[in-house]
């Protein structure tokens, strides 16, 4: 018998059929004698229309009342979700975040999980029974509802993987698992039988999309183990998992954009020291994560641009935070630009393989395509290119690096040379 924390998705629970649905792998996973712990997310697109909805009252709504208008989203979803399990006789109880016993830090909208104490579930567990919990959500030490950021649900999953010691954390999705690159945009891309938590992470954080990257964070930090796969079929998905040597092999293991980016610059810094730490300073007491960041000192020396690149959603908070400090750095003026794309590709092999960066840039030239800056880490090399060419970038690398062959068959052809000789 395993303890698993399954996790459904707001496409997975988007109506009362799907949830019929869920309610039957459930009550199959069950069956099968593991015991079962739900978090699942809001319906469908419930999140976005309740954001709609705040911004028809107020251009600029209260981030403590957005928190309690968005986490009745999650609570609609394990009300019902528990209900379908009742109706095919499968005893379940739900929670809400803090009813779970999952509490965050007081930043609204952006909460981070600080401590899990689920004595309700343990109890509830030891009756037989499925616990379903709101995802998304936690309370504060002012005892007020804090959401988690957008994909949250998916901390809230990995925190509880953690705190119960489950066996295994499941991501049902409307993907069958991680793939070599989205393939609306890729027809070729493969799914990944594996994949390290920090290639995961990459991808993740760079639009892949599939998982919430504080989520892996979490998972890589505790060694919680991770399982991607579909909500709609019965096959296995993609495993994420602690990186071991034959990881190695492949050099580059998927390719990802990012579309939701912008990139702002400050003109004419007076290039001293102390000038970035201040401008930093101000943006990550803004609570924004800056990502690219490139000093161009001019050729005259003295001044120098200063372009980075933040989630396009944090623009007008981080134009915010740069302006307050703008006076104090001297600077001549800030502009943005939002038309751009961050594309990466993503493979632990690259640490021991040197060139790539070289193939990269040559690939995306052949096609034409124009970079405007460029970052690297030990596994991953990212380029900011116009938003329009995303979708070609992502083609040409996929191509580039051969990521339409499958793996194994390199791996085959070696086994086999070895025991003819
Ligand atoms: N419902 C929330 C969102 O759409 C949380 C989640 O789905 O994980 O961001
Ligand atoms: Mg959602």
Excluded at 62 to 70: A, G, I, Q, T, V
Excluded at 188 to 211: C, H, P, T, W
Aim: contains cysteine; aromatic residues 4%.
């Amino acid at each position: 018998m395993a303890l698993l924390v399954q996790k459904y998705g707001g496409t997975s629970v988007a109506n009362a059929e799907c949830m019929r649905n869920v309610a039957q792998r459930i009550a199959r996973t069950r069956s099968e004698g593991h015991q079962v712990v739900v978090v699942v997310s809001a319906m469908g697109d419930t999140t976005d229309d309740l954001i709609a909805l705040a911004k028809q009252v107020n251009p600029d709504p209260d981030p403590r009342e957005m928190d309690m208008l968005l986490a009745t989203g999650e609570q609609v979803s394990i009300a019902i979700l528990t209900m379908a399990l009742h109706h095919i006789g499968v005893p379940a109880i739900s929670f809400t975040g803090p009813q779970a016993g999952i509490f965050a830090e007081s930043v609204h909208l952006k909460g981070r999980i600080i401590d899990v104490r689920p004595k309700r579930i343990v109890e509830a567990l030891r009756h037989g029974k499925v616990v379903i919990v709101a995802g998304f959500q936690g309370l504060d030490e002012q005892e007020d509802i804090v959401t988690l950021g957008r994909g949250g649900s998916d901390m809230t999953a990995v925190a509880l993987a953690w705190a119960l010691k489950a066996d295994r954390c499941q991501f049902f999705k409307d993907v069958r698992g991680v793939f070599t690159a989205d393939p609306r945009i890729v027809p070729e891309a493969r799914k990944l039988d594996e994949i390290s938590y920090d290639e995961m992470l990459e991808l993740a954080s760079m639009g892949a999309a599939v998982l919430q990257s504080r989520a892996v964070e979490f998972a890589k930090q505790y060694g919680v183990p991770l399982e991607v796969l579909s909500s709609f079929e019965d096959e296995p998905g993609t495993i994420v998992r602690e990186e071991v040597k034959a990881m190695e092999h492949v050099v580059v293991r998927g390719v990802a954009a990012d579309r939701n980016q912008a990139k702002i610059t400050i003109l004419k810094v007076p290039d001293r020291p102390g000038i970035a730490a201040t401008i930093f300073d101000a943006i990550a007491r803004a609570n924004v994560n800056v990502d690219m960041i490139v000093l161009n000192v001019r050729s005259q020396g003295q001044l120098a641009d200063l372009s980075f690149t933040v989630p396009e959603g944090d623009l007008k908070v981080a134009l915010k935070a740069v302006q307050s400090v703008v006076p104090e750095v001297s600077s001549e003026g800030v502009i943005y630009d939002t038309n751009i794309a961050k594309v990466s590709i993503v493979g632990v092999g690259m640490r021991s393989h040197s060139g790539i960066a070289a193939r990269m840039f040559s690939a995306l030239a052949k096609a034409g395509i124009d970079i405007h800056m460029i970052s690297t880490s030990e596994i991953k090399i990212s380029v900011v290119i116009p938003k329009e060419k995303a979708d070609e970038a992502v083609r040409v690398l996929h191509r580039e690096f051969r990521l339409d062959r499958p793996v194994t068959t390199v791996r085959t052809r070696v086994v086999r040379r070895r025991s003819r000789s």
